[in-house]
């Protein structure tokens, strides 16, 4: 269960370098930075779906194995609140950030 996990992470990766690869072309240093300040968020939330996904998914199989349809509709149900709300959370606190790093970047350039 793990191995497609693992290269799915993997493709995630290799796309990233990809892409700050061309965008690297592009010889702008703030595009860089800015792709490469939105990665880590992206992998995180990735890696947080990933975990809700495949801990509530083998539960459910679980569950359905054993005839308990009850159990398994209950765990999918929690399965996308927490999804939601950890996406909610995770959307707050890059809006957070971006607002911070507006800020710093702002007080550089008045700088001078």
Partial sequence: MSIPVVLGMMVQVLYNLVDTFFIGMLNDPNQLAAANI????????MAIATIVSTGA?????????????????????????ISTG??????????????????IMAQRISRG
Avoid at 57 to 81: E, F, H, P, Q, V
Avoid at 86 to 103: C, D, E, K, N, P
Wanted: hydrophobic fraction near 45%.
């Fill in 86 to 103: 950890l996406g909610v959370l995770v959307m707050g606190l890059q809006r957070a950030a971006s607002r911070l790093s507006a800020t």
């Fill in 38 to 45: 939105t990665t880590p968020i992206f992998m995180l939330m």
């Fill in 57 to 81: 998914a083998s539960y459910i199989s679980r569950c359905l194995g054993k005839k308990d349809s009850r159990s398994a509709n209950k765990t999918l149900s929690t399965g996308i609140a």
